[in-house]
């Protein structure tokens, strides 16, 4: 069964500090990672992605991962915080081979950046 | 513009009314969800249609039903509200259920915010 921690329910930077945003997941196959971004009042919007092939990928607005195999995990990075990325962000996994399954989300990390 | 569409975006009920939350897709996807969203708790599944025809329970489904119409069109329906169905409701689909169907992620709707009083 797939499983997704998020460390830390809030993280709190200053504006041009480095942002780090922490997703471990067990996957018992290889498998699909993706980090959501939630600004207030709205939906999910997809941040980025890991399917196969680069393990380290970039998505909107700055932010890349990196997927690392022997660490079950897919941090989420942005070098310089902005104002504008104050957000919950969700780390999510699915596994690519089998015949039932679904995404399967982290519990969010609110991410606040101060001036 | 293509995506998720969710209707309404704001309900108050009163405890024992019933109502519906629509959902339609306009990007040719085989699966849908909905997701109850809850401080603390992050998104939990509380139906899912893998594919047209087809609706299966997920990990809260108690006091909810689901249809789905057709292809685009994924409801789900409160038939007697309680105060612990207040929630932000979020519609999702993909293009499948399971392996490369996923790969694209979810795309969501913007969320139905639903007081129950």
């Known amino acids: 069964a797939q499983s997704v921690t998020q460390l830390g329910s809030h993280v709190s930077v200053s504006e041009g500090a480095l942002v780090l945003l922490r997703c471990n997941y067990s996957?018992?196959?290889?498998?699909?990672l993706f980090w959501y971004v939630q600004y207030p009042n709205q939906g999910l919007q997809l941040l980025l992605k890991y399917t196969t092939g680069a393990t380290l990928v970039k998505g909107i607005n700055g932010f890349e991962a990196e997927f690392k195999k022997s660490e079950t995990s897919f941090h989420l990075t942005k070098p310089s915080a902005h104002m504008s990325d104050a957000a919950e962000y969700f780390c999510?996994?699915?596994?690519?081979?089998?015949?039932?399954?679904?995404?399967?989300f982290g519990k969010g990390t609110m991410l606040l950046v101060s001036p | 513009n293509a995506g998720v569409t969710q209707t309404p975006k704001f309900q108050v009920l009163k405890t024992g009314q019933s109502m519906t939350l629509q959902c339609a897709q306009d990007?040719?996807?085989?699966?849908m969800y909905w997701y109850r969203q809850d401080p603390g708790m992050g998104l939990r599944l509380i139906y899912y249609s893998a594919s047209e025809g087809t609706t299966d329970k997920g990990e809260v489904p108690n006091g909810y039903n689901v249809s789905r119409l057709n292809k685009r069109e994924f409801s789900l329906r409160l038939e007697s509200a309680a105060p612990s169905q207040t929630s932000v409701y979020f519609c999702a689909s993909s293009e499948g259920f399971h392996g490369t169907g996923l790969s694209g992620g979810y795309t969501f709707g913007s969320g139905t915010r639903l007081t129950v009083v």
């Open positions: 990007m040719n996807h085989n699966s």
């Open positions: 999510a996994v699915s596994e690519t081979n089998s015949g039932y399954s679904t995404l399967t």
């Open positions: 996957s018992s196959v290889p498998p699909y």
